[in-house]
């Protein structure tokens, strides 16, 4: 398995790197919180990769991608006849993934069923096939990522409490992309290598121009949404309608305005603190003399 890392210079990211390399080398259950497109995969990764596991399996399962009816057979395994189209014996993710890490995405899907088996899972460390009557020990680690609200979902009923209590103990917090602008030049040039090697192009830069208008995007979608524009940049040599014509969001020109402060109007200094090249910075305030 290749070596991933969370790219991200900013004071917000070094952190989650700190914690993960932390929570990596303890043996217990983690929950990775966040938004859609953070890096939350990423981050699993990254605590299976520098774990004692490391060497051992990485199973990873989205549960929204389960298919209707299947998601026990996927997580548990089946016999031979166990259900229409069984046709022979398969073991499940649980299996898989002993002795490493079953990385369980969408955590906030699993159906009630499920959510009876991954307690028992964590309670006994046991798993049993559908269709069959023995136990079968398993020694993972889980680590369970969810973009809702699970304590809100429990409040509802659509989570089982006693599952939500083994998981409140070590917590990873993935941020949005707005809440580190400044990592969006890193990550942008990163996905720009990144896409042209795989395509055979040649990479065309990112000029000022352009890197300003990513830095004006809210994405929504964070640094998947990120990932996407650049490979739109790569195919049609321009960023898309949706990013050139978004309007920067307030926090970014706050902490930008704050940067000029702190250094007296040096923008060399402004984006050195912000984590930006010296024209970005000259971008936007050209950006706002335009627009006055």
Request: aromatic fraction near 6%.
């Amino acid at each position: 398995m290749n070596a991933v890392v969370l790219l991200g210079r900013s004071t917000i990211m070094q952190r989650v790197r700190d914690q993960i390399a932390l929570l990596a080398r303890l043996p217990w259950h983690v929950r990775i919180e966040g938004p859609t497109g953070t890096g939350k995969n990423v981050a699993a990764r990254m605590l299976h990769q520098l774990s004692v596991r490391a060497l051992h399996p990485f199973i990873c399962c989205s549960l929204a991608m389960l298919p209707d009816g299947l998601e026990l057979s996927e997580l548990v395994g089946h016999r031979r006849g166990a259900f229409t189209g069984a046709f022979e014996d398969r073991a499940g993710a649980f299996e898989a993934a002993h002795t490493g890490t079953l990385f369980l995405d969408e955590i906030g899907t699993a159906s009630p069923q499920a959510q009876r088996y991954l307690l028992r899972l964590v309670d006994e460390r046991v798993t049993r096939r559908l269709g069959e009557y023995r136990d079968r020990p398993v020694d993972v680690r889980l680590i369970f990522a969810t973009n809702v609200d699970l304590e809100e979902a429990a409040r509802r009923g659509e989570f089982r409490d006693d599952l939500l209590a083994r998981m409140r103990v070590l917590i990873i917090k993935m941020p949005a992309l707005a809440e580190h602008p400044e990592d969006i030049p890193e990550l942008a040039e990163h996905f720009l290598t990144q896409k042209c090697r795989e395509a055979d192009r040649r990479v065309p830069p990112l000029g000022a121009e352009a890197m300003g208008q990513l830095m004006a995007f809210a994405w929504p979608g964070n640094v998947r949404d990120l990932e996407s524009a650049v490979e739109h940049y790569i195919a049609f040599g321009r960023l898309s309608d949706t990013i050139t014509r978004a309007p920067r969001p307030d926090d970014w020109r706050d902490r930008l305005d704050e940067a000029l402060r702190r250094h007296r109007g040096n923008r060399s200094r402004a984006a050195q603190e912000l984590g930006v090249c010296r024209q970005t910075v000259h971008e936007e305030l050209r950006r706002r003399l335009n627009s006055a």
